[in-house]
């Protein structure tokens, strides 16, 4: 027998456990409907748990507020609600995805894919009326199913329905390293606060660090510098990254849609060719290819014929210049043996004279 809790009056048998936050007296499991058959996600809010308080409970009612008016295709859907003798449970649809927490290297370009999905969502977010501040941005609550490519953001229970002053005596929500100093320092949040959150958990990906260790990346005056950390990425994007971890509120990008309209003609890798690099980074039609390569074989062909002609030029010229030196050596011997002979003939001519 199992320790999972029974749901089935409620139309819902678990299968296993997703997740637990003992903190917040709050487990996650993977459950199915009964009737549908169909795997749905249930967060039980454990109150009556010692170390749960009433900020707890209104996280969950905050949650359901939130989800019922949201109709994303990468938030997912909000089913249903009940109560337990222990607290409250909340029905969402399952995502068959795992989140950014998981040990995955992302390349450079699939986190721009990432920054867009996720910017797309808070776009969404912010043209409700008021806009809707998700509070809680981090790789645990981004999922992503990498073979349909698809991301999702998940866990509204810090959500907040327009900026609003927040009371100073009220307890910060959220997650150090994550958190705008805005939402540290309880400072009225903006559609600018999710971005920093967003820029964060970026910067997270392409260190490839973990979330637990993120503080080691921010300076005393919670600044991240991205140029230091990722010194291979474009500049352009570099830049756009800085701008969304920035501290202050006035340095970031207004919105979402703001943020993303930015990003999307960066190239991630490698700066855009300037015009006059252009025509030698252009490609090649396979025909001019084989015309290029066949002007390169020519040239290598006739470069070879041209330098053993050379060496064949010179090796004939010492030849003759050989010939030519024995030639003058062989006639110079004759002319000598000549004038012997002379000398010869008229020492004979002399004698008989005598």
Known sequence: MSNFPDFSLTGYQVERLLGENRDGGRVTYLANNIMTQTPVVIKQFQFARSGATWSDYDAHQREIQVLRQLDHPSIPRYLDSFETPSGFCLVQEYIPANSLVETYHWTPKQIKQIAKAVLEVLVYLQSADPPIIHRDIKPDNILVN???????????????????????????????????????????LTEASDLYSLGVTLVCLLTQTKSSEIGNLIDSAYRINVKRLTPSLNQKFIDWLQKMVAPELKNRFD????????????????????????????????????????????????????IISIISDSGD??????????????????????????????????????
């Open 146 to 188: 990498r073979q349909e490519k698809k991301v999702y953001l998940v866990d509204f229970g810090l959500a907040r329905v327009g900026g609003g002053e927040v009371a100073v005596s009220s307890v910060v929500k959220g997650t150090l390293g994550f958190m705008p100093p805005e939402q540290m320092f309880n400072r009225q």
């Open 255 to 306: 919105n979402a849609a703001a943020a993303l309209k930015a990003l999307q003609p960066i190239d991630v890798l490698g700066n855009t060719p300037t015009p006059n690099k252009q025509v030698f980074t252009r490609k090649l039609s396979p025909v001019a290819m084989a015309v290029a390569l066949a002007a390169l074989c020519l040239i290598a062909i006739l470069g070879i014929t041209k």
């Open 317 to 354: 010229h010492r030849t003759e210049k050989h010939d030519k030196k024995k030639k003058h050596h062989y006639d110079r011997d004759d002319d000598e043996k000549k004038d012997q002979h002379d000398k010869g003939d008229d020492q004979d001519k002399d004698d008989d004279d005598d």
